[in-house]
């Protein structure tokens, strides 16, 4: 792993780094925020998956977490979307290949050999971030994320039950086998039959009898994405079918930007610190 | 004035705006975050002056205002750092010509045209503001900045006694006669004679008779550009020569970015607002 920046802000260091992926077979750079702490301290870790077009960087600069993290004593980390690179495919559209990986392990020609974005931010990233920060409690995780990245966040905590203690999102991508970003995205990483879909898909994982401990979702309700792709309404639905108990939040007026993200940000924050400092 | 996007955020509207300005004779670009607030209500406003290589957009993103602004009901102006298109003349170095206007009225040929981004700060954009946006109260004003910004910020409410309630800047150019950045800029815009540099030096400014309300100055320890450029010590000097009250405050580990910009940005606002709203 290498530094390629480190600044102090908040009180904290605010840090991205870079390392080969064995998953992805390719450079893949990542942020982390270490809020000031004593010697010794372990502070529980937040994870956050961006959306699409993102890198590390987006929420990095215009997520305004590090207030929130640094006074609840929160590591926040933020992985890249995908592989890139010069030998990596790609795609025209900006919601396919790079930039675009949903946090799948593909299985498709020629995406296979590098878009295995699920166990990147399952496996391997976890592993260096324990190895690599050892104030990092990796026995005190939770996980959000927005859009694509909210998808990531809720169906990673689906997929892997006891590993997070709180899970959010921010306009999350809700059911991907009945959206056109999922259909295009799952169809082309994972092929037409669709039963390979289901572990991809949040609704889908809920109504296999997958759960979470407890969710709390924002989405605006003037966010241009909201009926044809994000579809909350699925979300509670899946939810309350379950008895999972989930705050999902309409915000009134509020879009698909980073003034959206940034503006609930702090909330999600605490909310995670609250349950991974009980 | 045409409105290029609006988002709502913090409980409040980001907006950025552009018009033809007669000052630059060029289109100019800036930003305005309005707080929630009830009908009627007069907002006091913090103008944001932006440093080298910056447009509003800069601190529009990375600043993490709008927190602060929507907690005190400060309405938060961005200006855009010079004029800009394919008309203006520029300069190969990101320290003069487009993005580095500061804040001076050219004399000097080729600029003297466009590059007058004192009146355009000083006269045009606050008459423009008090028309168009008729919640904000101009009898209520306090002004910031960040490096070539802070020398902006110091430099308008220096020369315009009694319209700044509140003065603050981070990592302010506390006097261009005395750096090469300075010396560069003025020695382009006005030519060579010194004497007409001293209207844009705020210590120059200073000895000289100006005065200031009361100022709150953060700059960072670990600034690249603090002893070759920005000389806090200098401001520091000025001030308790001339009797000014002046907090200027050392940040230590701290460097010249928006990671710690956005630190103290909280504490600026706060500070302002607690001058513009008593």
Known sequence: MEQVSSNRSHGGTQGVYTHQSRTTRTAMTFSVF????????????????SGLTCTHANVTEKGEYRAACAKAGVIFIAPDTSPRGDAVPDDEGYDFGMGAGFYVDATES???????????VEDELPALIGAQFPMADMTRQGITGHSMGGHGALTVALRNPGRFRSVSAFSPIV??????WGEKALGGYLGKDRAAWRPYDACALIEDGA???????????????????????????ACRKAGIAATIRMQPGYDHSYFFISTFMAEHVAWHAERLTA
């Open 34 to 49: 270490v809020p000031g702490h004593a010697e010794g301290a372990k502070l529980p870790v937040l994870w956050y998956l």
């Open 110 to 120: 020629p995406w296979a050999a590098n878009f295995r974005m699920r166990s990147y």
């Open 175 to 180: 059911s991907p086998i009945n959206c056109p």
């Open 211 to 237: 759960r979470l401990p407890s969710l709390l979702v924002d989405q605006g309700d003037a966010d241009n994405f909201l009926h044809e792709q994000l579809k909350t309404g699925l979300l509670v639905m």
